[in-house]
């Protein structure tokens, strides 16, 4: 290979990698590829074993009309597929030196009305991966006027192999982690309590839907420069100080976290949970991570409907026992709800003995921390 083979070479290699890191380089790697192999067109095609359709994914040197029309109309003539399915990463497929298959080839509309209308006399397929269902390809096809694959061909081929899978797998690994942090960033917005990841002293790196629109309305928690801060002086404090264990990895702070109450200016009552990240796998991997605790604020108030509606329906509350929990949540005790549905202590007292052999519960206290614990964690949109 002469220098400036060479440095073309390293050049494409270069843009394989990129690829996997943008999908946009790509073309660029497959124009790059066909001038280096001297071929008509190069593919990288994806084949669904179960549904036996052929994704062509990214192609250069064709149009995609002739691709569309391949698909749709030629490619149950070749027979090169099912041995394609048999190979593992790796592995090749040439067309001409699989002499009977060649010549059957050839003898097929695949070949009389669509190969040969662009040229098309042999190809190379290289296996690039090889899932349960189905496998991943490099292919270089040949025009008449370049020839039949050749040892240069199959040569070259083979060294640009390792590096298109090492990317294509590289490319599949970063998609898969985007699609987790992706529903997994949903799954927080979806929360009706505020989350913020922190980092050290205190910085703030990330906060879900409900956090966002609670530091912008200053209610429990704000921000101060880059710091995540509570608006209760008190809790504020409270916070450092558990932020500052939970960095130091203090196993005083413990895996199950924290709960801070928190009085915010309105003189509603908040409650910061803070569960520090560096216990578990992650201390053991004695790694040093950005993030080093997630606080959770939620206002502390029962999501009644919701929760009422769960536990009349675990229970078999009655509507009239219904009424009777709503009371002694919402109003107070037995004497308070009586006045307020204006029925007599006794009634109050009677659906209140049903409700707790059904609950399990001794007392009214019980009863409203059954309700709690029903509570959805969504936010209601």
């Excluded at 704000?222 to 916070?239: K, S, Y």
Aim: hydrophobic share 45%; with cysteine.
């Amino acid at each position: 290979m002469t220098v400036a083979e060479l440095d073309k070479f390293s050049d494409l290699v270069g843009h394989i990698y990129d690829a996997a890191l943008d999908p946009q380089h790509w073309p660029v790697v497959l124009e790059q590829s066909c001038l280096y192999l001297n071929g008509l067109y190069t593919t990288l095609a994806s084949h669904d074993i179960i549904s036996s359709t052929l994704n062509m994914e990214l192609s250069w040197g064709i149009e995609p009309g002739k691709i569309r029309e391949y698909i749709d109309h030629y490619i149950r003539y070749n027979e090169y597929i099912p041995m394609a399915q048999a190979l593992g990463a790796g592995e090749t497929v040439c067309m001409s030196e699989e002499a009977v298959l060649y010549e059957r080839w050839k003898q097929t509309p695949l070949y009389s009305e669509w190969a040969r209308s662009i040229g098309l006399v042999d190809g190379l397929q290289v296996t690039l991966d090889r899932p349960i269902t189905g496998f991943a390809l490099f292919g270089v096809a040949r025009h008449a006027d370049q020839g039949l694959v050749d040892e240069t061909v199959r040569h070259r081929a083979m060294l640009l192999y390792p590096h298109l899978r090492r990317s294509i797998l590289i490319g599949r690994v970063l998609d898969l982690h985007k699609v987790e942090a992706a529903a997994l960033a949903d799954a927080l917005d979806g929360l009706e309590a505020g989350f913020f990841l922190v980092g050290a002293r205190a910085r703030l790196i990330h906060a879900n839907r409900a956090g966002f629109a609670m530091l912008g309305r200053g209610s429990a928690a704000t921000r101060l420069g880059e710091r995540l801060a509570l608006t209760d002086p008190r809790a504020d404090a409270a916070l450092r100080t558990v932020l500052r264990a939970a960095e130091s990895g203090d196993l005083a702070v413990g895996s199950q976290g924290t709960a801070i109450p928190v009085v915010a200016g309105d003189a509603a009552h908040y409650v910061a949970h803070v569960l520090p990240l560096g216990t578990g796998a992650r201390r053991r991997a004695r790694a040093r991570y950005d993030a080093t605790a997630a606080v959770f604020v939620r206002q502390a108030a029962i999501a009644q409907t919701a929760a009422l509606a769960a536990l009349v329906q675990l229970y078999g509350l009655t509507p009239a026992e219904e009424r009777v929990v709503r009371g002694i949540v919402e109003v107070g005790g037995v004497p308070q709800v009586a006045e307020s549905f204006g029925v007599s202590e006794a009634t109050v007292k009677s659906h209140l003995k049903s409700i707790f052999e059904k609950t399990g519960a001794k007392r009214q206290a019980d009863l409203v921390r059954l309700v709690g614990e029903m509570a959805s964690p969504l936010a209601v949109i």
